[in-house]
Structure formats: structure tokens, C-alpha cells
């Protein structure tokens, strides 16, 4: 009969190393840049937009 392995999880998960959810530093500097362009976005064409059509006179 084979032998039940009886260590303890702790023992038996020594080498695993995780290291969880850490986002790498190109993906926030993607991030990053996609969110500049969208204020700068906002700030250049929407927000003129948006007064030209709500308050414009008929």
C-alpha cells in the first residue's frame, strides 16, 4: 500500500511563492496615458461641444 503523505500545507506549500496580483509598470503607464488623452479629450471637444448645443439659440 502506498503511504499517505500527512505534512502539513503549510510545509508542503514552502516553495510556492506567489506573488498575488501586481500589475506590471508598463500596464500603468498605459493606464496612465489613456487617461491624460481622455481628460485632454474632454477638456479639448466635448466640453465646447456640448456648450454649442445646449445653449445655443434657435
Do not use: C
Not at 9 to 26: D, L, Q, S, T
Not at 53 to 58: A, G, H, N, R, S
Request: zero cysteines; aromatic letters at 18%; glycine letters at 6%.
Amino acid at each position: 500500500m502506498s503511504q499517505v503523505d500527512d505534512s502539513s500545507p503549510e510545509a508542503e506549500g514552502k516553495f510556492h511563492n506567489y506573488r498575488g496580483n501586481e500589475i506590471p509598470w508598463y500596464v500603468r503607464a498605459i493606464w496612465i496615458g489613456f487617461w491624460v488623452l481622455a481628460v485632454a479629450y474632454t477638456i479639448q471637444w466635448l466640453f465646447p461641444a456640448l456648450q454649442v448645443e445646449l445653449f445655443k439659440k434657435p
